[in-house]
């Protein structure tokens, strides 16, 4: 086959035309791979395309096409790499054609005219030597650059050698260290060799416990006589009454030495070194430092006869459980560069006497004397396995049901098939000689077609009406029985038409069998289907009663007869303690998963534990009562009355917001995945636990009663109200959620009572409500009380734009309440008092109504303009605007009732004005403006040149909005003013040098005081703009911070060093009188001011400083040594540096988890700190655990912190980041790493392709290699990383992400290789190797859709999903079978041709782990570097990957064969869609690994199927060799559902 037939085969599959490279004639027809990856000539792929997409014709798969169209799509470069191989070697194979034909034509020439000239012929020989010549300079160049290379690549290689052999010796020393630190930490423990000390310890407590629990048995029975049915009260006296003996203890049984010694083994040191350090039982060296130590006998056993008969007494001594670890062995020799140490500890075990030889039975063991019917009934249950599925096969009440086992369903089918074997034989009829009598095993007919066995508790014979113990056959008249295999009790009555003996046997024989010897013997392997069980802990809910019908009835309508789970928990002589749980995915109604705890639940039954009493509930934190005489912000959450009634004081608490999002995230996920764990089904009072609310949001909640069946009160902690909610709508909280306290605090308005004195109307509460419920309000406390109590508060409108409201007041003067004696006194002197509380308007106008005083003195004028106030300190503000902290707005609070009333009276006004259409607006000028449908006062910004839209600035507020001129009036000149002060602050100047504040300064600035009450000092007081003061405000706990500290601590701003001489200017002594009464007012001077005439006395509060603080970093991680190495990424940087882990490192991660939670078990407490020295810190990650990390910057009110275990960067607020090392002795456990031998595209990586990178490698497995180490132990590693063989660089340089680095590494030859094109290589009798081009395997032929046909089962991959062999017969082609033909093939593996056709789905030999060639499929590739091919088995089914070595060429006269194995789908069911699995397969994570098991258990036997469809895959049905479809356990026991 020549190079032209090479390029016909590369052809487009869909038109058949071959693929062309673009020339200068045309444009040529490239491959292009579509992105199912099938490959399509360009010419198809226009013709095909439609709306920019194309469906590929193969796999129907659409492929978006790019900007480019059908040419932006990717070219094959394989197929185009062949063709132009192909169209190369045309041209050189057609330039020696031209050769040939121009000698042989010449030699022609010659015969014909005169010979040719010699020196011509000497011309040509020279030429040819001189290339001669220059071919072997070059081939020497050759060999002594190979020569050289070799020679440098043996001293590296020696180098390394070297290097590793130090490291391993090193490696050793170090291991011999840590197993000397082991061994002498265990002599700490050294006490547990003497093991008869400790045994008769045991001996003593067990005996104090089973007299405790005796004793305790003993009250409740003396307490409840009732009780003494449910144990034996013989033997709890015989525990109580059992003498005590000191003489059956052992007292001197200490050993005197504990037959340890340690040993020094090393043998071949010429060859190997094997270091056997040993701790060994045996006789002490009576000379430790002896030279003969190294020539110890070989087997040290034989040398301790006492070892040899303890190991004869106690041969599991001797085996590798008895070991304390067990041996890790490293060997060392010239081939193999390695070291081990080898570590053993042999511990003797000696035989402890029976605890139990001398002491009464005790605890559950008390309740039944009956023997057990069946041993291995209790190895089967035994509490260490995993839980059965049973149903319910009888129930007597709950501690008395039978039941079972679902697993055991095929073997009960079985022994029904023999039992009714048997009972067609005549063996088994009665004849008139046998007698039947109590406690003898018999066959009974349970039903028409089926016998089951029983046993026989009572028999009557004719004419007696008493039971007797034997009776003839023939004279049998009634019978009760026990079925042994369902645990009902029967009574049979044998009637016959006639009286004679015959007929009444014949009515025997009709209902019962006898059990002959043949079918006992039989029968003996079946154990009894149904277990006897009880459920555990569990007594009637009235002890005197019993159990009750309801209790039965229950247990039988919440079980049902689906399968459930069963927890074996212990013995009660021939009773199964146990718990029954219903699986999540079968309940249907809302009803507990456990039955015990259901039970218990619905008031039928209690628990029954005597030893300890329930634990008390873990409590909320109580709420944070607010300090008294104190102005606080609140929210009232929820009301009961006046007098109960509940708020909440952080207003914007942003640790609850997160809390609250955590808990929905935590909940919502749980309520799918985890339901059963986090599951309420015995609620306690007062428990605490997450409840689901009416808007299906969860919020933490209490118990606080139990109303009705199923259904409990809660109390939502965080807000006060409570509601009644069903059990299902309750979760466990996790521990994580007890961080904060309650938020809801409950309070009562102080001094007030209801107008009857007696009770609250509807009419009170519901205006209490309207004018409070769901508002911000001012609560001042007006004294402290116990936390279980209400506080008493005085509760104040909050209002922006108006006076404070008193709402207990209003209350009052609406005639809904009454204060208390003394109560109405206080209130009103504290509403006079001008240094706390700026009066309400209405007050004043009904004070000066009342008193009948000139109205210009008593009236407060309106004030346009804001005056000069007489304090300067401590002055409370509103913060209405902020452009930066040297520019910003402030409302005087007292001033609120004149803002309220200019807007007023601007409404009045501006309703009676007509808009002015020609009047122009200029700078500077005062306007009325309709601001958000309120009139305002304005001030122009700027000339208004246009007729739609003006820039106007608020006077009142200080921003600055954008109005229509329609929305503009002229402002009369007596309304001019302004009542917004604007502000800066002093002693302090921008961060960095600035002259100008920073956006994040301004920004942090007004995000936390826009609209915020803060305290204001006036440091001087001048007629320029800004005015210099100081502002405070209150940070989250309620303290007051100065605003300057604040900008410091976030590093925003530098505090000014200036020294402090201006002296605050005072009132003057006049100004600052006060009247006390009328004739005092007409003293206050005539110019007024409506600040208080003494400044309010704020909380007293404290300025927190920032505190300077200085962490070093984490210890740097310990760097891998060169070479490869596995390892998990846990994060990639937008740099492009990719952070690794060991597999080491991530066992030690656990540890380190475990142990920073068990250390920072609270938070602590958050101050402020300068973050300029921090580096090293610990941190609140988003799961609220505590992780270590890296500060890298600060950013306002975030930080940027890099987790140092995991190498994530993120931005996270300052409150969760705290300046303290954690478990600073452990290095980092994640190493930087950077890739080598790629230039990322643009010099720097793009976020496409660290986006690639994240999606190939996070949190996934892969293998490195080092190849250079950092300068330093924080650097990263310069490395290769290769996912499945592929390295990531060839993955980047073909995404197109980067380029590989060109440039020669150190070491290597720069002389460049002699390309071998360049040379005159004949190939013209070369040719090509001959190999047959072989075909698909054949299909077996199966029948027709609906036809049942033997199959055998080869391989499962799923429980849908399988593939089996129509059983046929074998077939034979020219006389022989598969197997015979694969046995001849095998017997000559010489003779097999190395496989040279990859091409997918092509047919091959692959050789098994057992060593022989099986037929084979090729599938693909699995791996790249090194080479391995993905085959399927298609006579088993099963897949390998494969090297080369391991692939052979498949004779042609195999295919004849049909494939063995047809992959399959199982119709009928398919895997559950409900509730997360724990173990699920890796490959198929729809289904578990227990479902995959138990098909596998179903599949043994005879099985067959019908095809139900054969498009678009193979679907059959499969059935067992009773005729029903293999899948219906699976359906019955939950693991898999209905198609």
Request: hydrophobic share 35%.
């Amino acid at each position: 086959m020549d190079s032209g037939d090479n390029l016909s085969t590369v052809t487009c599959h869909l038109c058949g035309e071959a693929f062309s490279l673009p020339e200068d004639d045309s444009d040529g027809n490239l491959p292009r791979l579509l992105l199912c990856a099938h490959i399509y000539c360009t010419s198809c792929l226009l013709s095909i395309h439609c709306d920019g997409v194309i469906r590929c014709p193969e796999c129907e798969v659409e492929s978006t096409l790019p900007e480019g169209g059908v040419f932006g799509l990717q070219e094959d470069s394989r197929i185009i790499g062949l063709i132009y191989t192909s169209k190369m070697n045309k041209k050189r194979g057609d330039r020696g054609m031209n050769r040939r034909r121009y000698t042989s034509a010449h030699a022609h020439t010659e015969d014909v005219e005169k010979p040719a000239d010699m020196e011509k012929m000497k011309k040509l020989v020279d030429e040819a030597l001189n290339q001669a010549a220059e071919n072997l300079f070059a081939l020497q160049n050759i060999r002594q650059t190979l020569t050289v290379g070799g020679a440098e690549q043996a001293k590296r290689e020696q180098a390394r050698l070297e290097m590793e052999i130090e490291q391993a010796a090193d490696e050793a020393l170090l291991a011999v260290q840590k197993w000397k630190d082991v061994q002498l930490r265990r002599l700490a423990h050294l006490e547990g060799r003497f093991s008869c000390v400790q045994a008769e310890v045991s001996r003593v407590q067990k005996r104090e416990k089973d007299l405790e629990i005796a004793m305790q048995m003993a009250r409740e029975v003396r307490r409840v006589p009732f009780l003494e049915q449910y144990c034996t009260l013989d033997k709890v006296l015989e525990t109580l009454q059992a003498p005590v003996d000191e003489e059956s203890y052992n007292m001197k049984g200490i050993t005197p030495d504990s037959r340890m010694s340690c040993v020094f083994q090393s043998e071949c040191l010429n060859q190997s070194l094997l270091l056997s350090l040993k701790m060994e039982v045996g006789p002490k060296l009576q000379n430790a430092k002896s030279p003969n130590r190294n020539c110890l006998s070989p087997n040290p056993e034989r040398e301790n006869p006492e070892r040899e008969n303890l190991e004869r007494e106690n041969p599991a001594s001797t085996g590798p459980s008895s070991r304390g670890a067990s041996p890790a062995t490293l060997t060392f020799n010239i081939e193999s560069p390695d070291v081990i140490v080898e570590e053993l500890l042999n511990e003797e075990q000696e035989k402890a006497p029976s605890p139990l030889a001398a002491v009464p039975p005790t605890g559950p063991e008390l309740a039944n004397d009956n023997e057990r019917i069946h041993r291995r009934r209790r190895r089967l249950f035994d509490l260490n396995r995993v839980t059965h599925w049973v149903v319910l096969s009888h129930v007597v009440n709950p501690s008395y049901f039978y039941v079972r086992c679902v697993a055991e369903e095929k073997q009960r089918e079985v022994l029904s098939k023999k039992i009714n074997d048997f009972c067609c034989r005549d063996s088994c009829r009665f004849t008139s000689c046998d007698q039947v009598e109590t406690g003898t095993l018999i066959f009974v007919k349970c039903e028409e077609t089926r016998w089951c066995r029983a046993n026989v508790l009572e028999v009557f014979h004719v004419g007696c009406k008493e039971a007797v113990k034997a009776c003839r056959a023939s004279r049998l008249v009634r019978v009760r029985v026990f079925l042994l295999d369902s645990g009902h009790r029967k009574n049979l009555v044998i009637q016959s038409e006639e009286e004679t003996p015959e007929s009444l046997l014949k009515a025997v024989n009709d209902k019962l069998r006898r059990v002959g010897k043949v079918a006992k013997a039989e029968l003996d392997g079946f154990a009894y289907q149904a277990i006897r069980c009880s459920l555990k802990n569990l007594v009637p809910y009235d002890p005197i009663k019993g159990w009750s019908k309801e209790a039965q009835q229950e247990l039988v309508s919440v079980v049902g007869s689906a399968a459930v789970e069963m927890r074996p928990l212990g013995w009660d002589r021939d009773s199964l303690l146990v718990d029954l749980r219903k699986t999540p995915m079968e309940r249907a109604s809302d009803a507990p998963v456990s039955i015990r705890e259901y039970l218990v639940f619905i008031e039928v039954a209690r628990f029954y534990s005597p030893v300890k009493p329930c634990r008390t509930p873990l409590l909320f934190y109580p709420p944070q009562s607010p300090e008294t005489h104190t102005e606080l912000h609140a929210v009232v959450s929820h009301v009961h009355s006046p007098e109960d009634f509940y708020i909440q004081l952080q207003v914007d608490d942003m640790e609850f917001v997160l809390l609250s999002a955590k808990i929905q995230a935590c909940y919502s996920e749980a309520t799918v995945r985890e339901e059963d764990d986090l599951s309420v089904y015995c609620p306690v009072m007062q428990q605490a636990c997450v409840a689901r609310y009416k808007d299906t949001l969860w919020y933490r909640a209490q118990v606080t009663g139990h109303p009705v069946r199923s259904k409990v009160e809660v109390q939502y902690v965080d807000f006060g109200n409570k509601e009644v909610v069903s059990v299902s709508d309750l979760r466990k909280i996790k521990d994580e959620f007890f961080s904060l306290p309650c938020r809801a605090v409950r309070c009562c308005l102080s001094g007030l009572v209801p107008l009857d004195g007696d009770t609250w109307s509807d009419a009170c509460s519901n205006r209490f409500i309207s004018l409070a419920f769901q508002k911000l309000v001012i609560i001042v406390a007006t004294e402290k009380v116990r936390h279980t109590e209400p506080v008493p508060v005085k509760l104040f409108e909050s209002s922006l734009n108006g006076p404070l409201d008193n709402i207990a007041q209003l209350l009052v003067n609406e005639r809904l309440a009454a204060f208390r004696d003394g109560a109405e006194a206080a209130v009103v002197a504290a509403a006079a008092e001008p240094a706390v509380w700026d009066p309400p308007l209405e007050l004043r106008s009904a004070t000066e109504a009342a008193g009948g005083g000139d109205p210009g003195e008593a009236a407060v004028d309106l004030l346009p303009q804001l005056k000069r106030p007489l304090c300067l300190q401590n002055l409370k503000v509103r913060v209405s605007h902020v452009n930066s902290p040297s520019s910003f707005y402030v409302q005087f609070t007292q001033f609120s009732s004149q803002l309220k009333r200019m807007c007023e009276l601007l409404k009045k006004k501006c309703e009676l004005m007509e808009q002015q259409e020609e009047l122009v607006w200029e700078k500077d000028q005062f306007c009325a403006a309709l601001i958000n449908g309120v009139w305002e006062r304005g001030r122009v910004c700027c000339d208004v040149t246009s007729r739609d839209a003006a820039e106007v600035i608020r006077c009142d507020h200080g921003n600055k909005v954008k109005l229509h001129v329609n929305d503009m009036r002229p402002l009369p000149f007596s309304l001019m003013g302004s009542l917004a002060l604007e502000c800066t602050l002093t002693d302090i100047r921008p961060a960095g040098g600035r002259s100008t504040w920073s956006a994040t300064a301004c920004d942090l600035f007004s995000f936390y005081l826009t609209g915020a009450s803060a305290y204001l000092t006036i440091k001087e007081m001048t007629d320029e703009r800004p005015l210099p003061v100081t502002l405070s405000c209150s940070n989250e706990t309620g303290q007051m911070v100065s605003m300057v500290d604040f900008l410091a601590s976030e590093g925003l701003g530098l505090r000014e060093r200036k020294p402090r001489d201006a002296a605050v200017p005072k009132p003057p002594a006049g100004d600052s009188q006060t009247g006390g009464s009328d004739g005092d007012k007409k003293q206050i001077p005539t110019v007024r001011c409506v600040f208080p005439l003494q400044p309010p006395k704020p909380t007293p509060r404290t300025v927190m400083t920032p505190e300077k603080v200085k962490t070093r970093l984490y210890r740097p991680p310990e760097l891998l040594g060169l070479g490869p190495v596995q390892i998990t990424v846990s994060a990639v940087g937008e740099d492009g540096v990719i952070y690794t882990r060991t597999q080491s490192a991530d066992g030690r991660l656990e540890q380190l988890k475990e142990r920073i939670q068990q250390s920072m078990k609270t938070l602590p407490r958050q101050k402020p700190y300068t973050w300029k020295s921090v580096q090293g810190c610990a941190v609140i990650g988003p799961d609220m655990l505590w992780y270590r990390g890296q500060l890298l910057e600060v950013l306002g009110g975030h930080v940027k912190v890099q987790y140092v275990d995991y190498g994530l960067v993120e931005n996270i607020p300052v409150v969760h980041v705290y300046p303290v090392l954690l478990c600073d002795d452990v290095p980092q456990l994640c190493m930087s790493c950077e890739l080598h031998g790629i230039n990322p595209v643009g010099g720097r990586w793009q976020s496409d392709a660290v986006a690639l990178m994240r999606e190939l490698l996070v949190d996934r497995c892969v293998d490195m290699r080092v190849t250079a180490l950092p300068a330093g132990p924080r650097e990263p590693l310069t490395v290769e990383l290769f996912l499945d063989g592929l390295s990531l660089n060839k993955i980047l340089t073909h995404h197109q992400h980067a380029s590989m680095n060109a440039s020669p590494q150190k070491g290597h030859s720069d002389m460049a290789p002699v390309l071998l094109d360049e040379w005159e290589i004949d190939i013209e009798n070369l040719k090509a190797p001959e190999e047959l081009m072989l075909g698909c395997f054949i299909q077996p032929a199966l029948p027709q859709e609906g036809e049942q046909f033997p199959v055998r089962v080869k391989h499962l991959r799923t429980p849908n999903e399988l593939f089996f062999c129509p059983l046929d017969g074998a077939v034979e082609v020219d006389g022989e079978t598969l197997d015979e033909a694969l046995t001849r093939v095998n017997d000559d593996v010489d003779a097999m041709q190395p496989l040279t056709d990859l091409r997918r789905g092509g047919p091959c030999l692959a050789q098994y782990s057992d060593g022989r060639f099986y037929r084979a499929q090729m599938n693909g590739f699995s791996s790249v570097e090194p080479v391995r091919i993905l085959v399927q088995h298609v006579d088993f089914g099963s897949e390998d990957p494969l090297p080369l070595s391991r692939l052979r060429r498949m004779p042609a006269e195999l295919l004849r064969f049909p494939v063995q194995a047809l992959k399959v789908r199982v119709a009928g069911f398919k895997a559950p869609s409900g509730g997360a699995q724990e173990d699920v397969l890796p490959y198929c994570p729809d289904w578990s690994v227990k479902a995959t098991m138990d098909m596998l258990e179903l599949l043994h036997g005879d099985i067959t199927a019908s095809v139900v469809a054969r498009a678009p895959e193979l679907t059959v049905l499969l059935y067992n060799e009773d005729g029903e479809l293999v899948h219906r356990p699976l359906l019955s026991s939950g693991l898999a559902e209905r198609e």
